[in-house]
């Protein structure tokens, strides 16, 4: 088993690379202690011939040739759930890598299921059981185990021939251009950036005042900067709890700022307690017409709720039809949003699954088609042809 740990060996790999179609590409990292991912190893493999592994904590190592491979749009490379792949790579570089398929999508456009598993998909396609008993191992450590490798090195090997298989099908059912929508979503670098300004909208507020909105937005905003700063995931700062609380009571002192669940008279004193303090009256000082409002989900009228079902078993049908995952064309929220409105602008109504779905789910909507069972099946009935 190779391990590229200098500069001569990964330049002359990478340049072999380039001559090829296609290469599969998969990492190991760790996050658990880190606010970004810190890359552990790169595996890779051409579409034959033996897989290689690249130490990227290899002293005096420069991945530049790496990332320059990534970046070329003449290689297709083949990742499997490529989303956190492509992040640590964007974090590294400020670029995403170029001309990506992701088996994960591929697959589900072909009706192996909703997100299906790495192991789950080499076992169909490949008949092969892999061993993932090295997955969780501190891949931080070195030297790296005969079973790390192993472990490591076998995800893309039996990538390639996963990438095969479902590139011919795609082919087969022309839906390539499926997938290439797909990601295009994956490839956007808004998908990998994380805006301290806008770190407030992944928290759950428990009231809409706007008060609290202000102070949630400052709050949140300083402990996402923060954490990027200092490179710590954003807890070992302070829980979303914490947040949250500190938002709904604006403590605006030290004693008030003390009695707030997860703090405690040391932390409001101290350099995290003033902190805080500048932020909560950084929100209290924040204009009215600069806090964004909260409007809360409006349940959905009684009347939709059987327009909701009914849409929901076209999306089944639908999905069994074209033997893709139900979860790729329509979620829950969006059948929802369907149903208050004919222009929801939600992924459903856009491209091949506007072409698949979208299309006949308005029509069932308004009465020009109809479900019924016939013969154990069920049929549409076209009403706007009687």
């Excluded at 070195?142 to 990438?163: G, K, M």
């Amino acid at each position: 088993m190779s391990i590229i740990s200098t500069q001569s060996a990964l330049d002359s790999l990478c340049q072999s690379l380039r001559q090829h179609p296609f290469i599969t590409i998969d990492t190991e990292f760790l996050r658990d202690k880190t606010y970004y991912p810190t890359l552990c190893l790169v595996q890779v493999a051409p579409p034959e011939g033996e897989a290689l592994a690249i130490d990227p904590l290899a002293r005096d190592l420069d991945l530049t040739p790496l990332f320059d491979l990534l970046a070329d749009p003449a290689v297709i490379k083949v990742f499997h759930a490529a989303r956190q792949d492509l992040e640590i790579f964007f974090n590294l570089t400020g670029r995403i890598p170029q001309s990506i398929f992701d088996t994960q999508v591929a697959a589900m456009v072909l009706g192996y299921g909703d997100q299906i598993g790495y192991l789950n998909l080499v076992q169909d396609i490949c008949h092969k059981k892999l061993d993932k008993g090295a997955q969780f191992t501190d891949w931080s450590r070195r030297p790296l185990t005969e079973r790390q490798l192993h472990y490591a090195l076998d995800d893309v090997l039996w990538l390639r021939e996963v990438y095969v298989h479902l590139d011919r099908q795609l082919k087969q059912r022309n839906r390539t251009e499926w997938v290439l929508e797909e990601m295009g979503i994956l490839t956007t670098p808004d998908t990998y950036q994380n805006h301290p300004e806008e770190a407030w909208q992944r928290l759950k507020l428990r009231t809409d005042k706007p008060q609290a909105i202000a102070v949630l937005m400052e709050v949140a905003k300083w402990r996402e900067a923060e954490a990027q700063r200092r490179n710590i995931p954003r807890g070992r700062i302070l829980r979303d709890e914490t947040l949250l609380d500190i938002a709904v009571h604006a403590p605006q002192n030290v004693d008030e700022l003390k009695h707030i669940r997860g703090l405690g008279e040391d932390v409001a004193r101290g350099k995290l307690g003033q902190a805080l303090l500048h932020a909560i009256g950084a929100g209290l000082a924040m204009p009215k017409d600069q806090i964004p409002r909260q409007e809360r989900k409006k349940p959905l009228p009684q009347n939709l709720v059987p327009v909701v079902e009914m849409l929901k078993l076209l999306l089944r049908i639908v999905a069994s039809e074209n033997d893709v995952a139900a979860r790729l064309i329509a979620s829950p929220e969006d059948l929802e949003a369907l149903a208050r409105a004919d222009n929801a602008d939600i992924p459903a109504m856009k491209g091949w699954r506007h072409d698949v779905f979208g299309r006949e789910a308005l029509d069932l909507k308004h009465g020009r088609i109809g479900l019924a069972v016939k013969g154990g099946e069920i049929i549409r009935k076209n009403f706007s042809e009687t």
